[in-house]
Nanobody
């Protein structure tokens, strides 16, 4: 019912910037929230940021607060994650996710739709 496609990942040096995109299609009017998660090798998938679908309510995990910004372009149903001051610990496969729930959405169980992921690698 909802499809998500991430793009924009790549290799960047520490301290650099990168913007990820998530194109949403299908029945996007059903959505209440969109989020970004990331998963490093050998680690669990972790919450990064979330944005209400129709509003401007946002939340971030502490490790990215002040460095990452999540936003949405209402015109084309695209969600962005602007990443600055990148660190080696930011290296991970980044997933876009969408939720039907009105809740804050800090857990992977809060989301029903997922993209395929885009790789972000930060080198020193």
């Amino acid at each position: 019912q909802v499809q998500l496609v991430e793009s924009g990942g790549g290799l960047v040096q520490s301290g650099g910037s990168l913007r990820l995109s998530c194109a949403a299609s299908g029945r996007t009017s059903m959505l209440s929230r969109v989020g970004w998660f990331r998963q490093a090798p050998g680690k669990e998938r972790q919450f990064v940021a979330t944005h209400s679908w129709s509003g401007r309510n946002t939340y971030y995990t502490d490790s990215v607060k002040g460095r990452f910004t999540i936003s949405r372009d209402n015109a084309d149903n695209t969600v962005y994650l602007q990443m600055t001051s990148l660190k080696n610990e930011d290296t991970a496969l980044y997933y876009c996710a969408a939720s039907l729930s009105w809740r804050v959405g800090l857990s992977i169980s809060d989301y029903q739709y997922w993209g395929q992921g885009t790789q972000v690698t930060v080198s020193s």
